[in-house]
């Protein structure tokens, strides 16, 4: 049996108490008021405005420029398509026609020198006119607007960073279930050494349920802003925040119905985790009709897997832009958190291995892991572009907004995403010897998790935060608290059970398993 | 060597064989070749057979087949002739890259497969009206053959070959 050791157990403990000050601490220093709003804002004017001098030659347009940004920013976070052009216009100079951007001005030219100048006509045009709207109040109601949307944005932050950590770490808990339902689906011969780390893992499944219900519950009470499809009045046509397209979606958007799905999808979750453990614990007596029982229920867990994991997709996280709708988002999301899942398997199998309470865990299942972990982040990124490349070449507006303002807004970590989700990981671990050594693994694994955490964060904060964002202790002190807390679930929960399922029938299989290409390492290697 | 004679020893069992390959190796003869109907695993390790360097070729290849599809994208779509088709910025290459990428997985593809694949033959010889140089049409069916040079010690070698199984032993001279 293995013992969760005291250091393990102090530093969770200590990572929890961590995260939960720091996310209290970034609950309270977030902005209470419109006027400690606009200082902020007045604040990172100053700074946008310095820092921009600096590198911009058209000094004298500059300042008329810049608040014609400000004022484009306030349209681009209402997913106005044609802000988005203006505020291009507004900062346009020689250098943007390379840019990627430009691609959404009709009047492009294959004459470059051209381009260049329509825009910079555009651009005074558009300066001058601001220019004038200066002197009209209505611009200064415009500017009041701008910064009360910040300010709501600023509200949203701490809840968002909280959301964020909650959701990745539920999905990755989520998704270790589903991989170990597959694995007695399919018979798998090779991971039954593997199911107590993945039943033990799957133990946060409820404390993250549990956090997630209460978040859900405190979003219905409408303690936070971070679906725009909860707001007053939206579906409400004599409401000044009348939204005639999310009034259209209400018979699926509305509380009631996505408070009762979600608690839906929660229960199916811990219910097919509650059976599955009381049952492989059962099963260590081997008893054969007890394993066709959890080969039944995994399908059917597996069915409404797939059925929950697409529409908890739809609810928790494309809800947060309700304009905006994608028929591959479901899986992509699945891609995503398929790919944390192995790699926290992997981590997971790695540090036990390491502590010598897997003894039968051989190089072979970490390389089969590891072919999972490249696999999948193969797989994530045919998704990811898939749904890129599909939205970018038809540049449809109500489409092209999501991309904008992710392009615009969070260009570094959406693009930095990609590098660490697939570039880094596929030439890591495509040579087959690399992924047979722990530590390389591991390297490739943490890139790996930071790299959809990104991705997550990316799918989630510009809808709640926009241009409001950034990664300071609220971000950090989310994962920190959930981190915790997955590492007090899985080795509390792993000490508690033998660590070998050893009532399976395919555990005989599963010890001797080995990959014929693999060298062994210390290894017996009388088994073929 | 003076002769050219080889032993042909015949199995009938893959098991054996990997057994044979073992004693053969710990008693320092080197085995020419094996002839197998189906491929044994742990075969090449038992033989000590270096292992192959195919995969590293076809990485090589993928390469260029991505180099290639990135010079043609942008050659014939950014350098040559950059028409505004459909209104796809056609600025650099950079630009219209999303629209490249189905072309880029293509090519890369295409590339390390098909000449990998090349490789493959080249490196083993193979060839549609290439002569088959099998010792024994059996081998092919259900039979498997090692061919151990001899150098000498004859006797010896077949007492060594008859104590591992062997259902038949032939000594052949080779041209």
């Known amino acids: 049996m293995y013992q969760f050791s005291g250091k393990l157990k102090m530093l969770a403990i200590a990572l929890m108490i961590l995260g939960a000050l720091g996310t209290a601490y970034n609950f309270m220093s977030a902005p209470k008021t419109l006027e400690e709003a606009k200082e902020i804002l007045a604040k990172q004017d100053a700074h946008h405005g310095g820092g921009h001098d600096v590198a911009d030659s058209h000094g004298e347009e500059k300042a008329h420029a810049e608040e014609a940004k400000t004022e484009a920013h306030a349209e681009v976070e209402k997913h106005s398509e044609e802000a988005k052009t203006e505020e291009h216009a507004a900062d346009s100079t020689a250098t943007h026609a390379e840019e990627v951007k430009e691609e959404l001005h009709a009047d492009v030219d294959t004459d470059s020198a051209h381009v260049k100048d329509t825009h910079k006509e555009e651009a005074t045009a558009h300066v001058v006119e601001t220019k004038d709207a200066h002197a009209d109040a209505a611009h200064a109601e415009e500017h009041e607007a701008h910064a009360e949307h910040a300010f709501h944005q600023m509200q949203n932050r701490p809840w968002a960073a909280f959301f964020v950590a909650l959701l990745f770490f539920l999905g990755v808990t989520l998704l270790v279930l589903a991989f170990y339902a597959i694995q007695r689906v399919a018979q798998a011969g090779w991971s039954v050494v593997l199911f107590r780390v993945m039943e033990a893992i799957t133990a946060n499944m409820h404390y993250v349920s549990v956090i997630m219900l209460l978040f859900l519950i405190a979003t219905a009470m409408h303690m936070n802003h971070l679906f725009p499809w909860m707001g007053e009045g939206v579906v409400d046509p004599t409401s000044p925040n009348y939204d005639a397209i999310i009034d259209g979606k209400k018979w699926y958007l509305n509380t009631p119905g996505w408070l009762m799905r979600s608690i839906f999808y929660l229960l199916v979750w811990n219910a097919y985790r509650f059976f599955i453990r009381r049952d492989s614990i059962k099963q260590d007596n081997g008893d054969l009709k007890l394993h066709k029982r959890n080969y039944n229920i995994s399908v059917i867990f597996l069915f409404l897997f797939m059925i929950t994991e697409s529409m908890m997709s739809w609810d928790w996280i494309m809800g947060i832009d309700p304009h905006w709708f994608s028929t591959l988002f479901g899986w992509y999301v699945l891609a995503t958190f398929l790919v944390s899942a192995l790699t926290t398997i992997a981590f997971v199998t790695i540090y036990l291995r390491s502590k010598g309470a897997l003894p039968f865990v051989n190089d072979s299942h970490i390389h089969d892991l590891a072919k999972y972990m490249f696999g999948f982040s193969v797989f994530w990124t045919y998704l990811w572009f898939a749904q890129f490349m599909l939205i970018w070449y038809a540049d449809m507006p109500e489409e092209t907004t999501y991309y904008l303002l992710r392009f615009n807004e969070y260009k570094l970590p959406f693009l930095a995403m990609v590098g660490m989700n697939f570039i880094f990981p596929v030439l890591l671990l495509i040579n087959s010897d690399f992924k047979s050594i722990p530590w390389f693994v591991v390297i490739g694994g943490v890139v790996i998790l930071l790299g959809h955490y990104v991705d997550l964060f990316v799918m989630i904060m510009p809808g709640t935060v926009g241009a409001q964002w950034g990664f300071g202790i609220g971000e950090v002190s989310g994962i920190l608290f959930f981190l915790g807390l997955f590492i007090y679930a899985t080795f509390s929960a792993f000490a508690k059970a033998d660590p070998i399922a050893k009532g399976n029938p395919f555990l005989q299989e599963s010890e001797t398993y080995h990959y014929y290409n693999i060298e062994h390492r210390g290894e017996d290697s009388n088994h073929h | ?175």
């Open chain 2, 1 to 175: 060597m003076s002769t050219n004679k080889v032993i042909h020893a015949l199995y009938n069992d893959d098991d054996i064989l990997m057994d044979a390959v073992k004693k053969v190796k710990a008693d320092h003869y080197h085995i020419e070749e094996i002839f197998c109907p189906f491929p044994v695993h742990g075969l090449d390790k038992a033989m000590g057979l270096a292992p192959t360097r195919l995969a590293i070729t076809a990485f090589m290849y993928g390469i260029t087949g991505l180099s290639v599809a990135i010079w043609l994208t942008w050659y014939t779509m950014i350098a040559d002739w950059p028409q505004d088709i459909g209104g796809k910025p056609n600025f650099s290459w950079a630009t219209n890259m999303p629209a490249f990428v189905p072309i880029m997985f293509e090519l890369t593809v295409f590339f390390a497969a098909h000449l990998m694949v090349i490789t493959f033959y080249m490196r083993s010889k193979i060839w549609p009206f290439k002569k088959a140089e099998n010792p024994d049409p059996r081998t092919t069916d259900d039979h498997f053959l090692m061919e151990i040079p001899v150098d000498g010690n004859e006797d010896e070698l077949k007492a060594l070959l008859e104590s591992t199984g062997a259902v038949e032993i032939n000594v052949v001279e080779k041209h």
